[in-house]
């Protein structure tokens, strides 16, 4: 079956400091990967929208300088969080899919705690 | 732009009742695609039920929900609450990306 697997679970990083996250599709052609943010309020914001082939797209108020992403095939894609400051705590959540609209397959997540 | 609504943020029903949870869209595309994922604490969202067939119901583990493109609606329904039904439900409409609604948290009790 279709899976994706993300790593690290949880993570806890100082003021300042960056972490990096992965997400691994098994089964199917990850295509497209959207990553997310669940706030503490747990409303879920897009980060960007990476597509194989194609430019990542950020939506407004996160930038590539800030979260800085690699697709670079089929079946991986990479998030940093650089210079993680409290507001950017959270669950991160990778969602990929095969097709614009095929479902959504989402990793666990990784919590962000920054200290 | 596109958008889903979720009038509600919170439900607390009782166990054995009826569960209606709303959802409203609003979209330029002619065939959207709509979803429903459910979150339990803990957990990362899972799919719960999706429809791009205009008045066709579909069903999914006791819940199921019809697109209604005429009303732009997309409610999700039960028949009888579970206590383990208790979760965060987001309805989410699809193109080319993924539109969450704001989510509504559903709190079942004994």
């Known amino acids: 079956g279709a899976l994706v697997y993300q790593y690290p679970r949880r993570t806890i990083c100082k003021s300042g400091t960056s972490m990096r996250m992965e997400c691994q599709a098994v089964?199917?052609?990850?295509?497209?990967v959207a990553w997310y943010r669940q706030s503490p309020q747990k409303t879920f914001e897009l980060i960007a929208l990476?597509?194989?082939?194609?430019?990542?797209?950020?939506e407004q108020n996160f930038t590539q300088e800030k979260f800085p992403i690699s697709h670079p095939n089929l079946s991986f894609s990479s998030m940093t969080v650089l210079n993680a400051y409290l507001e950017d705590r959270g669950l991160y959540l990778c969602?990929?899919?095969?097709?614009?609209?095929?479902?959504?397959?989402f990793g666990h997540g990784t919590k962000l705690s920054v200290l | 732009g596109d958008s889903v609504t979720q009038t509600e943020g919170l439900v607390t029903l009782t166990e054995g009742l009826p569960v209606m949870l709303n959802c409203t869209y609003q979209t330029i595309y002619s065939n959207p695609f709509l979803f429903w994922y459910v979150q339990h604490l803990n957990e990362s969202p899972r799919l719960l039920l999706k429809s791009f067939t205009d008045n066709k119901r579909t069903e999914h583990q006791g819940f199921h929900a019809t697109l209604h493109k005429s009303s732009s609606s997309f409610h999700l329904q039960k028949s009888s609450a579970q206590l383990s039904d208790s979760a965060l439900y987001y309805c989410?409409?699809?193109?080319?990306?993924?539109?969450w609604g704001s989510g509504t948290k559903l709190i079942i009790k004994p």
């Open positions: 089964g199917f052609q990850a295509t497209s």
């Open positions: 990476s597509t194989v082939n194609s430019a990542i797209k950020y």
């Open positions: 989410a409409l699809s193109h080319y990306q993924l539109i």
């Open positions: 969602g990929a899919r095969s097709g614009s609209n095929e479902r959504l397959f």
